[in-house]
C-alpha cells in the first residue's frame, strides 16, 4: 500500500537560515508527488507538484521540492525563511484516483 | 474571494447527537471532498462527488453522510457523532477527477468538538 512518511513532527527555525522538509514514500511506481503548507485558520495551499520530468521543482513562496527515486524522497526547500512561513506542511503522494497526505511538519520561525 | 467556504469554523455537538457541516464554493468546480483530520494526523478522504455521483470511500463509516443539492454546496452530516469523530473537517474542490492534473482547493475547515 501506497504511505507517505514525514519523519519531523515538528521543526524550529530561524528567519533568515535555510529549511529542508524531509518527506518519504512508499509506492511501487513513480508516484505524484506534491507538498501542500496550512497556515493557522487557513485551508490547504498548494506549493509544488512533481510528475515527472527534471527532478528539481520550482513551487510558489520560493519553495522547492526535488524528487530522489533512489531514496523515495521527496523533500522541500526554501534557501531563507521568512516569519510568515510559520505553517503546518504536508507532503502528499497520488496514484490514479487515490490521495494520501503525511502526517504533516510544523514549522516555528524564531525572529 | 474567498473560494471554498466553510461554516461553521467551530461547531460543538453532544454525543450522539446529529450534526451537519456546510462548505459552498465559487469556483463552479465539478468535484467536492471532505476530508477529515484528526489531531496530528494526516487528512483522510472520507468521500467526494463528482457533479451528483457521489463516491464513497471503502473505510468511511456509515454514520458519515453526505449531500450535495446544487454545483456550490456541499453538506457533511454526521448522523450520530461519537468521541472519536471529533476533528477537523476539510473541504476542497477540482474542476475534475484525476487530482493530477486538476488541483484541489481547500477550504479552512471546520473544526469539530463532541461533548
Known amino acids: 500500500a501506497q504511505s507517505v512518511t514525514q519523519p519531523d513532527i515538528h521543526i524550529t527555525v530561524s528567519e533568515g537560515a535555510s529549511l529542508e522538509l524531509r518527506c518519504n514514500y512508499s509506492?511501487?511506481?513513480?508516484?505524484?508527488l506534491f507538498w501542500y503548507v496550512q497556515s493557522p485558520g487557513q485551508g490547504l495551499q498548494l506549493l509544488l507538484k512533481?510528475?515527472?520530468?527534471?527532478?528539481l521543482v520550482q513551487g510558489i513562496k520560493g519553495f522547492e521540492a526535488e524528487f530522489k527515486r533512489s531514496q523515495s524522497s521527496f523533500n522541500l526547500r526554501k534557501p531563507s525563511v521568512h516569519w510568515s512561513d510559520a505553517a503546518e506542511y504536508f507532503c502528499?503522494?497520488?496514484?490514479?484516483?487515490?490521495?494520501?497526505f503525511g502526517t504533516g511538519t510544523s514549522l516555528t520561525v524564531i525572529p | 474571494d474567498a473560494m471554498v467556504i466553510q461554516n461553521p469554523r467551530y461547531q460543538v455537538t453532544q454525543f450522539g447527537k446529529p450534526v451537519t457541516l456546510s462548505c459552498s464554493q465559487t469556483?463552479?468546480?465539478?468535484?467536492m471532498y471532505w476530508y477529515q483530520q484528526k489531531s496530528s494526523q494526516a487528512p483522510k478522504l472520507l468521500f467526494h462527488?463528482?457533479?451528483?455521483?457521489?463516491?464513497n470511500e471503502a473505510d468511511t463509516p456509515d454514520n458519515f453522510q453526505s449531500r450535495r443539492p446544487n454545483t456550490s454546496f456541499c453538506f457533511l452530516d454526521i448522523r450520530s457523532p461519537g468521541l472519536g469523530d471529533a476533528a477537523m473537517y476539510l473541504c476542497?474542490?477540482?474542476?475534475?477527477?484525476?487530482?493530477?492534473?486538476?488541483?484541489?482547493?481547500f477550504g479552512p475547515g471546520t473544526r469539530l468538538t463532541v461533548t
Open positions: 476542497a474542490t477540482s474542476r475534475d477527477l484525476g487530482f493530477l492534473d486538476h488541483e484541489q482547493y
Open positions: 509506492y511501487g511506481a513513480t508516484p505524484y
Open positions: 512533481y510528475f515527472s520530468g527534471d527532478t
Open positions: 502528499a503522494v497520488g496514484t490514479g484516483n487515490q490521495f494520501y
Open positions: 469556483l463552479n468546480h465539478n468535484v
Open positions: 462527488y463528482y457533479d451528483k455521483d457521489f463516491n
